[in-house]
């Protein structure tokens, strides 16, 4: 058998396309993407991650709170509101004691002054806390939200210990002259205890954790 003659130009040759068809270019794959061919898996395009256009940074949380819940904005104001009056209060104290440290009647009087103007001042420093937490609630992840359930928590508590000792000290004065001081702090207890239980109870809603544990891609 044989394959022609070698030498003979117009001969046909092994590996070379036959005579009348036209040479095919060599296919070429785009730029980007790994050849594909026999022994290659195929591969898929990328995905975005769930709830992400794209990839990359979110254009939204799909799911997530778009606001803050409404149980949480009264929770807010009432923290800015306590912290006000607390701040007042605490500064009105520094001025008494100042005065009174700067008088020159005794050196008692001076002693209390600066007493008062010490209280003061660590009244300042507690006051500011419902003030950060305020602040904090619209951009703060869990520890702001253990940190102001455990403050309300804690106005709840001395909200009851004060209804408790009004009652024990009613009960022990008897006589219609002490029944306007007792309704009077028993009032103030009851409203103590209600915004206390607003702030705690706006800590532990399913509305809290779902806006608390929005997705975020920053550091809280």
Known sequence: MSFGD????????????GYGY?????????????????????????????????????????????????????????????????????LLIIVIGALLAGSENSDVTGMLGGG??????????FALAPVVLGVRLGKGATPVR???????????????ANVATVIAGSSSHDG???AGPVIAALVGAAIGLTVSGIIFGSMVTGS???????????TP
Request: net charge positive; hydrophobic share 40%.
């Open 22 to 90: 036209p040479p095919q270019a060599p296919q070429q794959t785009p730029q980007g993407v790994p050849p594909q061919g026999y022994g290659y898996a195929q591969q898929q395009p990328p995905q975005a991650y769930p709830g992400y256009a794209g990839g990359g940074y979110p254009a939204g949380f799909p799911g997530a709170p778009a606001q803050m819940p409404g149980l949480m904005k009264t929770a807010r104001v009432l923290l800015f509101v306590i912290g006000g009056f607390q701040l007042l209060g605490a």
């Open 116 to 125: 008062a103007a010490v209280v003061g001042v660590v009244l300042l420093l």
């Open 208 to 218: 809290a954790t779902a806006w608390f544990n929005r997705p975020r891609h920053w």
């Open 176 to 178: 219609a002259g002490s």
């Open 146 to 160: 253990v940190l102001t359930a455990v403050y309300g928590g804690l106005g709840v508590l001395g909200s009851l």
């Open 6 to 17: 070698p030498h003979n130009p117009y001969g046909s040759q092994q590996g070379q396309p």
